[in-house]
């Protein structure tokens, strides 16, 4: 049951700390709420402060690496729209995956830059905020298809926010009842729940059972909030399908999340594919 410390971790949702006028939103887009350090920061506590008005790019990423060596993690997924993440997987390929995040409502934009991320930077992933875009597009709406088709094309998971959403923005774009429409249109997309799908988290267990290409991932969840049917199903029939992803340095930094990791009654044929193995599949590591 307890946590194996010989497992380098690949970490789906990590970043870096960033100049006081750099976006900080981790999904790179604007949600005003009246000037909180956080868009969700009601719902955490302890926030670390992500501001680093003197820092440069190199700065950031040596923060990020020395709290990963710290804690076992040995990959991060980091979003290319941070300045930061495209020095760091240059300098360091071997610790750090690049995600390109997109916003359906440009839909030929969208389209054009997955592709011009992939030959540019070799992106390992495609992620979005669908109840953060501006309008909001819900999950199954034909806005994503091309987004999708693209995916599929070239390879490449999509990962997206599910569920009632943090920051203070309607949540219909992210109900994960959608989710099924969009896995039986493409039954070759592999696709990854964000940030918990809650309060629906027993229908995205019932859709994985049901779609062989969608997963979880645990971001944006402080280890002893886990929702527990997660949990079960991980130990049971979905030790394929959850995978780790943290919220580093944004809201919840990696030392808080490994010390309240070795609490969660995993079994132990479930610490590799949750903390490892699922993650290197789906990004090809």
């Given at each position: 049951?307890?946590?194996?410390?010989?497992?380098?971790?690949?970490?789906?949702?990590?970043?870096?700390?960033?100049?006081?006028?750099?976006?900080?939103?981790?999904?790179?887009?604007?949600?005003s709420?009246?000037?909180?350090?956080?868009?969700?920061?009601?719902?955490?506590?302890?926030?670390?402060?992500?501001?680093?008005?003197?820092?440069?790019?190199?700065?950031?990423?040596?923060?990020?690496?020395?709290?990963?060596?710290?804690?076992?993690?040995?990959?991060?997924?980091?979003?290319?729209?941070?300045?930061?993440?495209?020095?760091?997987?240059?300098?360091?390929?071997?610790?750090?995956?690049l995600?390109?995040?997109?916003?359906?409502?440009?839909?030929?934009?969208?389209?054009?830059?997955?592709?011009?991320?992939?030959?540019?930077?070799?992106?390992?992933?495609v992620?979005?905020?669908?109840a953060?875009?501006?309008?909001?597009?819900?999950?199954?709406?034909?806005h994503?298809?091309?987004?999708?088709?693209?995916?599929?094309e070239?390879?490449?998971?999509?990962?997206?926010?599910?569920?009632?959403?943090?920051?203070?923005?309607?949540m219909?774009?992210?109900?994960?009842?959608?989710?099924?429409?969009?896995?039986?249109?493409?039954?070759?997309?592999?696709?990854?729940?964000?940030?918990?799908g809650?309060p629906?988290?027993?229908?995205?267990?019932?859709l994985?059972?049901?779609?062989?290409?969608?997963?979880?991932s645990?971001?944006?969840?402080?280890?002893?909030?886990?929702?527990?049917?997660?949990?079960?199903?991980?130990?049971?029939?979905?030790?394929?399908?959850?995978?780790?992803g943290?919220?580093?340095?944004?809201?919840?930094?990696?030392?808080?999340?490994?010390?309240?990791?070795?609490?969660?009654?995993?079994?132990?044929?479930?610490?590799?594919?949750?903390?490892?193995?699922?993650?290197?599949?789906?990004?090809?590591?």
């Amino acid at each position: 049951m307890a946590r194996p410390r010989d497992i380098a971790a690949i970490d789906t949702l990590i970043g870096f700390r960033s100049p006081a006028d750099v976006d900080r939103n981790p999904a790179n887009v604007r949600v005003s709420q009246r000037g909180d350090k956080h868009p969700a920061d009601y719902m955490f506590r302890e926030i670390p402060d992500t501001a680093r008005p003197d820092d440069d790019d190199a700065t950031a990423i040596a923060d990020t690496l020395a709290a990963m060596d710290a804690n076992g993690v040995g990959v991060g997924l980091v979003q290319l729209g941070h300045p930061a993440a495209a020095p760091a997987a240059r300098a360091f390929p071997d610790r750090f995956a690049l995600a390109t995040q997109v916003d359906g409502n440009d839909v030929m934009g969208a389209v054009r830059q997955i592709r011009a991320d992939h030959a540019a930077h070799g992106i390992r992933a495609v992620s979005a905020f669908p109840a953060g875009a501006s309008p909001p597009i819900p999950l199954d709406d034909a806005h994503w298809y091309p987004v999708y088709t693209t995916c599929v094309e070239l390879g490449l998971p999509f990962f997206a926010t599910a569920g009632v959403p943090g920051p203070r923005v309607p949540m219909a774009a992210q109900q994960v009842e959608a989710i099924d429409r969009v896995m039986y249109d493409f039954p070759d997309l592999v696709f990854v729940m964000r940030h918990g799908g809650e309060p629906w988290e027993d229908l995205a267990v019932k859709l994985m059972l049901k779609w062989p290409g969608l997963h979880y991932s645990t971001s944006a969840f402080a280890p002893k909030h886990y929702p527990p049917g997660i949990v079960d199903y991980a130990n049971t029939r979905g030790t394929e399908k959850v995978l780790y992803g943290g919220y580093h340095p944004y809201a919840l930094e990696l030392d808080r999340i490994f010390a309240e990791l070795d609490d969660v009654p995993f079994r132990d044929h479930v610490w590799e594919p949750f903390l490892r193995g699922n993650a290197a599949r789906i990004l090809g590591l």
